[in-house]
């Protein structure tokens, strides 16, 4: 089905047919690249990405930093290493990185680095090749250097030095044995000394067995510059147009999340009235410009859909309300499930805050929508026209719940978007060095290796038999940072099975260990427990500051509900501007942090450790 001439023969056969065979590589950074070029663009900056000059002191300080998630070539945790310990300040570096970062050529990293920064001297091997090897410090990285060291040290032609490259990359004994001989007579010839000669094509020999080909090395570290020279300059467009591209891939997502953390740049929730379907750029006049989730990566929804959602939108202003949308909108591209991903990710807020109502009311929502098309197509209006009626309607037709409690709320959410984007389930338990727990981004940044404490909720678990025949599981992990997996062995997941199929946060001990090359540590556990009990465990008590006595019922029902524990708990009472009054709670509670939000949200309390 293809509009060119293909054929299915192998690349020798097609050559001694006198065709020629080019690679056509299709990368989808380009595209980001161009999406990125657009983004900027609507600032009123053009950039000409043929036209970047090749000095730019902002790229170079971020690639010295390997602050390169996202930089095509440059973002495995090897080649961050590389870059940390090179310190690139050319084009040129990047080009001879990204030659030498793969199997064989690797050895030759610490050696260019070294040499780079004068802590190795510099051979070039003989006078009549200098200029061939001082860009790469006397180390042969490209089969261009083979071929033209040929030429120069041999007197080969540039034909017969290709023919050279490709004799060694083949290991053709006896093919390699007459190439031998004519390198070293063709040095001696143009005085070289014999066993110089000899030396030389041993090197050539090794070197060119995993020999980089230039051209393609440097269009590829081209690419790498230009991605790198749009994250140092306009990070926000850069991480818009890379997020746009992975729009259905959570696990891309979560890690692009991370680096907008890390970069100071603000996601902004998915909403009815302010997102696109893709993720898009917002500018807003106080605050910097931050990006905005695209509906489409919200889970089930389709960007059909949400493309259709957002013209609706277009065409008839912003939505007044949850009815005021499904009423809009074409019933053929709505159905409930959508409603209820779209309900559970957030994307109503603005209107309603209530999640757990909207996403009981999906089907109500869908009904309207299939309603109000048939009012549309019949002709017909609706029986009461303007907002007194539209907000009849609301009252009439949305369920009268109340809203999810938190963890149940970001339980949902994570469900619809993949991540906790609004919050995270470990927020409830404030500062947890307390209990002497790291944040996995802390484990990743350090590289630490030994023992240490991890907290995270299970978001996936997969269990199979150890080659002895024992069960054991490996286990996804989110704390606020991001996802770690940590692997519980037989003895271990047999005593704690309970406690990982609970769907609440917990507290790991873990032995972190690296494996050589490794971009994420091996995290194995010998203990864990409940996050809650410890964390309840670790507060001496709180002080409840009240302006009345109204919500005191509230209180007593949320410690009563936890039950009895080692917490103190004070009362303060402000008697209507009166001398303070301090009320200590006879016994203590297990102030379980859930507990502790829950106070902390009834209004008119104020709540502070002790």
């Known amino acids: 089905r293809s509009d060119i001439p293909v054929t299915q023969f192998s690349m020798k056969y097609v050559e001694e047919a006198g065709l020629v065979k080019f690679d056509f590589l299709g990368l989808k950074t380009l595209t980001v690249l161009a999406k990125a070029c657009e983004l900027i663009a609507q600032t009123g900056t053009r950039i000409d990405l043929a036209a970047l000059p090749l000095d730019d002191r902002k790229t170079f300080e971020m690639l010295c930093r390997a602050e390169t998630a996202g930089v095509f070539q440059l973002e495995s945790s090897g080649m961050r290493d590389a870059l940390r310990r090179l310190r690139p300040d050319r084009f040129e570096d990047i080009i001879a990185v990204v030659a030498l970062f793969r199997p064989g050529p690797m050895e030759n990293i610490p050696s260019y680095i070294a040499r780079k920064h004068g802590e190795e001297p510099i051979d070039t091997l003989h006078p009549s090749i200098a200029d061939i090897l001082t860009e790469t410090y006397g180390i042969m990285i490209y089969q261009e250097q083979v071929m033209q060291i040929a030429q120069e040290l041999a007197g080969y032609s540039l034909g017969k030095a290709d023919l050279l490259r490709r004799a060694m990359g083949k290991k053709i004994k006896s093919e390699m044995e007459a190439q031998r001989h004519d390198f070293i007579e063709g040095a001696v010839v143009r005085g070289v000394p014999q066993r110089k000669a000899e030396t030389i094509f041993a090197l050539v020999d090794k070197f060119a067995g995993y020999g980089f080909n230039k051209s393609h090395a440097a269009a590829y570290a081209l690419v790498a510059y230009q991605t790198a020279f749009l994250k140092a300059n306009f990070p926000v467009e850069f991480m818009a147009a890379t997020m746009i591209y992975d729009t259905h891939n959570t696990d891309k997502l979560n890690q692009h999340r991370q680096e907008l953390q890390r970069l100071g740049i603000e996601l902004l929730p998915p909403d009815i009235n302010r997102s696109q379907a893709t993720?898009?750029?917002?500018?807003r006049e106080d605050k910097p410009a931050a990006i905005r989730y695209g509906l489409a990566a919200v889970k089930n929804v389709g960007g059909g859909a949400m493309g259709a959602l957002v013209q609706a939108r277009g065409e008839s202003g912003p939505f007044k309300s949850v009815m005021d949308f499904a009423r809009r909108l074409d019933a053929r591209l709505i159905n409930k499930r959508q409603v209820e991903s779209l309900a559970a990710a957030g994307v109503f807020d603005n209107l309603d805050s209530n999640r757990a109502r909207l996403f009981a009311a999906a089907e109500t929502l869908v009904r309207c929508a299939a309603a109000e098309s048939q009012r549309r197509e019949c002709g017909q209006g609706l029986l009461f026209d303007g907002e007194q009626a539209e907000a009849e309607q609301d009252r009439l037709q949305l369920p009268l719940l109340e809203d999810w409690p938190t963890m149940e709320r970001l339980r949902h959410e994570f469900e619809a978007i993949g991540?906790?984007?609004?919050?995270?389930?470990?927020?409830?338990?404030?500062?947890?060095?307390?209990?002497?727990?790291?944040?996995?981004?802390?484990?990743?940044?350090?590289?630490?290796?030994?023992?240490?404490?991890?907290?995270?909720?299970?978001?996936?678990?997969?269990?199979?038999?150890?080659?002895?025949?024992?069960?054991?599981?490996?286990?996804?992990?989110?704390?606020?940072?991001?996802?770690?997996?940590?692997?519980?062995?037989?003895?271990?997941?047999?005593?704690?099975?309970?406690?990982?199929?609970?769907?609440?946060?917990?507290?790991?001990?873990?032995?972190?260990?690296?494996?050589?090359?490794?971009?994420?540590?091996?995290?194995?556990?010998?203990?864990?427990?409940?996050?809650?009990?410890?964390?309840?465990?670790?507060?001496?008590?709180i002080r409840v500051f009240l302006d009345d006595v109204g919500p005191l019922n509230s209180i007593r029902s949320l410690l009563e509900r936890d039950g009895k524990g080692r917490g103190k708990v004070v009362l303060l009472l402000d008697l209507e501007g009166k001398q303070e009054v301090e009320v200590k709670l006879p016994g203590g509670y297990r102030l379980s942090p859930s507990a502790y939000q829950a106070i902390k949200a009834i209004p008119g309390v104020v709540t502070q450790d002790f």
């Open 279 to 283: 993720f898009s750029v917002e500018r």
């Open 419 to 541: 991540f906790y984007l609004s919050a995270h389930p470990l927020d409830a338990y404030g500062n947890l060095t307390k209990l002497e727990v790291l944040p996995y981004s802390e484990v990743l940044r350090t590289k630490l290796s030994g023992r240490c404490k991890l907290a995270g909720i299970v978001i996936g678990k997969r269990e199979l038999n150890s080659r002895k025949g024992n069960r054991m599981a490996f286990v996804q992990c989110s704390d606020a940072g991001g996802v770690f997996e940590v692997t519980l062995f037989s003895e271990v997941l047999s005593r704690s099975r309970d406690l990982l199929d609970a769907a609440e946060p917990l507290l790991f001990n873990v032995t972190v260990e690296w494996m050589p090359g490794a971009e994420q540590p091996r995290l194995t556990v010998h203990d864990l427990e409940s996050l809650e009990i410890r964390a309840a465990e670790a507060v001496r008590g």
